[in-house]
């Protein structure tokens, strides 16, 4: 059993190095206190084991040193400042040595500090704090004191120290569980070292990972070559990493630069301006900086390294010429190896960098050989820049505006590794995972953005902006729907990658767009249908001049439509302006609605993503399908069979367009419920958990039973009117008329469309997750041959 006096005496040291910082900030003799602080830790040894003794989280800390942790950083940050000021004639020796030791127990107390979620300060200002610091003198020698190596040391660890002695220090910047100091020798390159905070080096595992830095973690290949992308380490120790200097900035400094630059600043009230990206799926973040990380990452681990430690903060960026897509970067990957701040070694101990960590590396597992992705999937989320969600799962937005890069994120950060590439298992030809990601990654964007924006040029920077201007927003409420053109897009894009026959990586993208011009269709020539036929029954001849002219062989009557008006029952005849009206009404309204029922709710939608033997449910699969399928064209026939054929018909074909709905509804929310309770039962990560709702998805199952008490309102009015009961005919049609357009229309199918998308396609992508683990383990039933019968000689 190990001796606990020596911990014991550490904290009794600390509690009084800090009582005496108190003592400072009652305005006490500086001379005496100091005096003091020295006579408790004269020596360098004595201040490296009262360091290590710091404990690690901040009620420890309390409990402990008898003072919160800020509390003790504020107290040190006003001593020190002041005390170069306090007095003019200077200072003696010894009070300049415990002041340069005091300064690296403050940084050290600042870097213990959580971060924050972005890349800023940790609430201090640290070119003003730190960096002045670290360029006194005596705080420098404080820190090569403190970290220089042990006398037994390998000769080239001690031989690159007196490098670090005689260069010119300068603070860098905080980590985790270290700091970074850069330094400029004279007849070198420059250096940077990684001081490991003394609390932190006094692990065993995160010493000895330390220590073995160079010899694991050094730019050399198996065979002694250079490997692009990583630093070349001079030496370490248990407690520091010299290495290179990489030139540039953290990745998650780079995207703050880029979000700034891309800022639309607020001119006016009303004057026109571009729309903000702000809230919207940054597909051109993900594009700058997403493909030139996964090309490095391919090249990092074609050399047979792996990082287990990626985030946007041990990722260093340096712009370069910009090539054809607007920009590019140089990338250089630091820090390398697990992170023990935040696995088993030191549970409970995280900051804002911890999202980026493996479910398994937090666990502290033996393999680790896929934590890599899910590094990179937490950065293209981070690259989104519309949020983070802490469960492991991918923030809304995404799927609302981006399902498809969702998809791709999705296959990357499932808590468990063996879910991971799924959808997207690389090739059998291609065992560089990296490569293939990235030529994925590309395709993927490249639909994306070529669905929002149809000039090449512009696309590598198109964004999905869902928060409008206004001008925009009145565009959207016209119904010619943009989405046929975007499907056209897709699919030419999808035909150029070359992989429509592949429905995994096409997404169905020929059987979307065949549909959605269906829909378009049907829109048309009902809008068509409705309007001409209201123009006949006022008096306007609509053939005109020219084609009456060429019916005129045919010997067909004027205003006449051959074959067309044959169609219409003996009782319907055209001019009765208010007796046809009810039907030109209520057509256009539904044409209205059905279009954009269809191409703002289903028309990115199929259930085929889960067709799959290995998966039940074919029966509800099918049902469904069909079911949104049927309903590009639903309102078109009622429409047309109204207008053309039988105009009184229009109460019982309001019925029955409102009928399918009711149906479509139904069938696509039991659906998405199903798929979304299984993925649930398998623990599929990717999902919310039961307790939290998913956007959407709730509001479009009470469409089912708002839309089926509406249905049978209809049925029972439709009845009176056709029986005549009910004569108020004008008043009921032009009712049906505002809810098609005032709620369906407008904030059904429109104002709320992205979110009902969001939580559709939210559980239609688990489903397809679902079908592709069911197929990995799928073994089907052999078929039974019949044995060929014996022939018998009946002789």
Not at 63 to 78: F, K, M, P, Q
Not at 375 to 380: E, F, H, W
Not at 616 to 636: N, Y
Request: aromatic share 8%; glycine share 6%.
């Amino acid at each position: 059993m190990s001796d606990p006096r020596p911990d014991r005496v550490r904290e009794e040291v600390l509690r009084h190095v800090l009582r005496h910082v108190t003592r400072l900030e009652l305005r006490d003799s500086d001379t005496d206190v100091l005096r003091e602080i020295h006579a408790l830790c004269g020596t360098a040894e004595r201040w490296r084991q009262a360091m290590a003794g710091i404990p690690l989280d901040k009620l420890s800390f309390q409990l402990e040193a008898g003072v919160e942790r800020t509390e003790a950083i504020a107290a040190l940050t006003r001593w020190c400042r002041g005390f170069k000021t306090s007095r003019a004639a200077g200072h003696q020796r010894r009070e300049s040595e415990v002041f340069g030791y005091l300064s690296v127990l403050l940084i050290t107390l600042i870097t213990m500090e959580p971060a924050h979620a972005d890349p800023g300060p940790r609430g201090h200002d640290c070119a003003n704090l730190c960096s002045v610091l670290v360029r006194d003198a005596s705080v420098r020698r404080a820190l090569v004191d403190l970290y220089a190596p042990a006398r037994t040391s390998a000769p080239h660890v001690t031989a690159e120290w007196a490098a670090v002695r005689g260069a010119e220090l300068t603070f860098h910047r905080h980590g985790s569980t270290s700091f970074l100091l850069r330094g400029r020798p004279d007849r070198r390159a420059e250096f940077a070292l990684k001081c490991v905070l003394f609390p932190y080096a006094d692990i065993p595992v995160i010493a000895a990972k330390t220590h073995s830095y160079e010899a694991e973690h050094n730019a050399l290949d198996a065979d002694g070559r250079l490997v692009g992308h990583m630093v070349q380490v001079w030496a370490s120790t248990d407690n520091w990493i010299l290495m290179d200097f990489a030139e540039g900035r953290t990745l998650a400094e780079e995207l703050e630069r880029l979000k700034e630059e891309s800022a639309v600043p607020v001119v006016g009230r009303f004057r026109r301006r571009p729309p903000s990206p702000a809230g919207n799926v940054r597909l051109d973040l993900i594009r700058t900086i997403g493909l030139p990380l996964l090309s490095a990452l391919a090249e990092l681990h074609r050399s047979g390294k792996r990082h287990e430690d990626l985030s946007p903060t041990n990722v260093i960026v340096r712009r370069r010429e910009p090539d054809r897509d607007g920009r590019s970067y140089d990338l250089t990957f630091v820090d390398f190896g697990r992170n023990y701040l935040y696995s088993g070694a030191l549970a409970g101990q995280g900051n804002a960098q911890s999202v980026y960590v493996a479910p398994e590396v937090r666990s502290n597992s033996d393999d680790v050989t896929k934590a890599d992705l899910y590094s990179l999937g937490r950065i293209l989320i981070t690259l989104g820049d519309v949020g983070e969600n802490r469960d492991d799962t991918i923030p809304d937005r995404f799927y609302g505006q981006a399902p498809l890069i969702a998809r791709v994120v999705e296959d990357l950060i499932d808590v468990r590794p063996d879910r991971r590439l799924l959808v997207f298992p690389v090739p059998i030809a291609d065992v560089d995972v990296y490569h293939y990601l990235r030529q994925v990654v590309e395709q993927e964007l490249d639909v994306t953005q070529a669905a929002l924006v149809d000039d090449p040029d512009l696309r590598p920077r198109a964004i999905p902006y869902d928060r409008h201007t206004v001008t925009e927003t009145l565009r959207t409420l016209f119904p010619a729907s943009r989405e046929p053109k975007r499907r056209r897009r897709v699919y030419r894009m999808r035909k150029q990658q070359g992989v429509l026959s592949d429905p995994r990586r096409s997404m169905h993208a020929r059987w979307l767009l065949f549909f959605s011009v269906v829909s378009s269709l049907s829109y048309f020539v009902s809008t068509t249908v409705c309007v001409l036929w209201f123009l006949r029954d006022i008096g306007i001849d609509v053939l005109g001049p020219p084609v009456q002219l060429l019916l005129r062989p045919l010997d067909v009557r004027p205003n006449v439509i051959p074959l067309i008006d044959d169609l219409r029952v003996p009782d319907y005849r055209l001019g009765r302006v208010w007796e046809n009206l009810p039907a030109r009404i209520i057509g256009l309204s539904f044409a209205l609605a059905s279009v954009r029922y269809y191409q703002n709710i289903l028309g990115g939608l199929t259930t085929l993503v889960a067709r799959s033997p290995a998966l039940p449910g074919a029966s509800l699969r099918v049902a469904t399908e069909f079911a949104i399928r049927i309903m590009a064209p639903w309102g078109s026939w009622l429409i047309l069979w109204v207008n053309l054929v039988d105009v009184h018909a229009w109460p019982i074909g309001t019925a029955i367009g409102y009928t399918g709905v009711v149906g479509s509804n139904v069938l696509c929310a039991v659906f998405a419920s199903r798929h979304l309770a299984r993925a649930r039962e398998s623990r599929l990560s990717t999902v919310p958990p039961e307790h939290q709702k998913i956007i959407g998805l709730d509001a479009f199952r009470q469409w089912g039973p708002t839309v089926t008490l509406y249905s049978t309102t209809v049925w029972i009015f439709a009845y009176l009117i056709v029986n005549g009961t009910l004569k108020d005919t004008y008043v009921y049609a032009l009712s049906v008329a505002l809810v098609n357009v005032g709620l369906f229309y407008v904030l059904k199918t429109g104002i709320n469309a992205l979110d009902v998308r969001t939580g559709l396609n939210r559980c239609f992508l688990a489903a397809e997750r679902l079908r592709y683990e069911a197929e990995a383990t799928y073994h089907p039933k052999p078929v039974r041959i019949p044995a060929p019968p014996v022939l018998v000689n009946p002789d």
